[in-house]
């Protein structure tokens, strides 16, 4: 008897080691199922980006990017207009006014019209990524200019300024008009914007260097001139001694400059990020210290060449992010900005 049960007991382990071994088995097909699925899913993402997409078969190129109604975007639509032109396509321009939904409906007005591609300062980083997919799957490339998005491989190219560069470069200069030392405010851009931390990030690398400098108030008016004039009104009245001020872009400049000059405060030395004619007017008036030119037109300009020739060879030789330097505007060259295009 008790032969039998040894006999049975063994009987019983080996079924149970033989069921956990199909167990064992099936999962571990499953896991390589699984991670032949994976694999087959990265390659079709990969054939995908690498695919060369032809346009849609018209000769349009669309431009669309925010309201017209800033000079910036204008100027950037106008020139990205011109040299498609010149390059012999016919042109649709339209504006997103910073809106998602209306810039998807521009999209699929673009896929409609067959456009052969896309030039787009966008309106969102995460917003944008489907409308740009959507327009691939149309087989329609898009180039994007001033603002990234979220995403690689689905635009052709993305070519912005070099904030960092461009802010670093304009703090230099303020740092030698202010003689290395003194009370300074910063205005910053919006928090929610990724230029407005690189910008101050870039200023404060030059500064910080110096023990001479005081920074004695720290806001944000989000790149709006009157909050810039508002928020420099409050300063002032706590800070009345202050030597300068940081700006993340032109329009916080002008706003500050204005409420300094309300206040008999004429010797503030003051900078900005951007280029326009407003503050190259203040900066030949001796009332701005400089500013750093984003070459919007010349990154328009850039999108669309890069379009003529991906359409015409099926490459634009160049990586898809791209980076553009800023230049340096002061009083010894601001004759040579006009309209955010710098002549040598």
Same mark, same amino acid.
Not at 97 to 104: E, L, V
Not at 222 to 240: F, V
């Given at each position: ?60 190129? /669309? ?46 007005? !673009? ?72 009370? /300074? ?111 919007? !037109? ?11 020739? /991906? ?16 230049? !340096? ?5 601001v004759d040579k900005l006009k309209t955010f295009v710098y002549s040598e």
């Amino acid at each position: 008897m008790k032969g039998l049960k040894k006999v049975l007991a063994c009987g019983l382990i080996i079924s149970m080691v033989a069921v956990m071994s199909v167990g064992c088995g099936s999962k571990s097909d499953d896991a390589k199922e699984e991670t032949k699925e994976e694999t087959k899913t990265e390659e079709t993402k990969e054939e995908s980006s690498n695919e060369v997409l032809k346009g849609g078969g018209s000769n349009i190129i /669309y431009i669309i990017t925010p309201s017209h109604s800033n000079p910036f975007f204008k100027t950037e639509a106008v020139q990205a207009e011109a040299k498609a032109k010149e390059l012999g396509y016919e042109v649709k321009s339209a504006s997103h006014d910073d809106d998602a939904t209306k810039q998807s409906e521009l999209f699929d007005n !673009a896929i409609a019209d067959k456009a052969a591609a896309i030039i787009c300062d966008n309106a969102g980083a995460d917003a944008t990524v489907e409308a740009v997919q959507k327009a691939r799957e149309a087989g329609i490339p898009t180039f994007l200019i001033d603002r990234e998005i979220n995403a690689e491989g689905v635009a052709i190219s993305q070519i912005v300024a070099n904030n960092y560069q461009g802010a670093k470069a304009i703090a230099e200069k303020w740092v030698e008009e202010m003689g290395e030392e003194g009370e /300074y405010a910063e205005l910053l851009g919006k928090e929610s914007d990724t230029n407005a931390g690189v910008r101050s990030s870039a200023f404060h690398e030059v500064i910080d260097q110096y023990d001479g400098f005081k920074m004695v108030a720290q806001q944000a008016a989000n790149w709006e001139q009157t909050e810039a004039y508002e928020k420099m009104e409050t300063i002032i009245q706590s800070n009345p001694e202050i030597k300068g001020v940081i700006c993340g872009n032109d329009t916080m400049a002008v706003g500050a400059q204005a409420a300094l000059e309300a206040h008999g405060m004429t010797d503030v030395k003051i900078i900005g990020v951007d280029g326009s004619d407003e503050a190259a007017d203040l900066i030949r008036a001796g009332k701005m210290t400089g500013t750093a030119l984003q070459q919007c !037109a010349l990154i328009a300009e850039m999108a669309v060449e890069q379009a003529d020739q /991906y359409l015409k060879k099926g490459s634009t030789g160049l990586e898809e992010k791209q980076l553009v330097d800023c230049v !340096a505007i002061t009083k010894d060259n601001v004759d040579k900005l006009k309209t955010f295009v710098y002549s040598e």
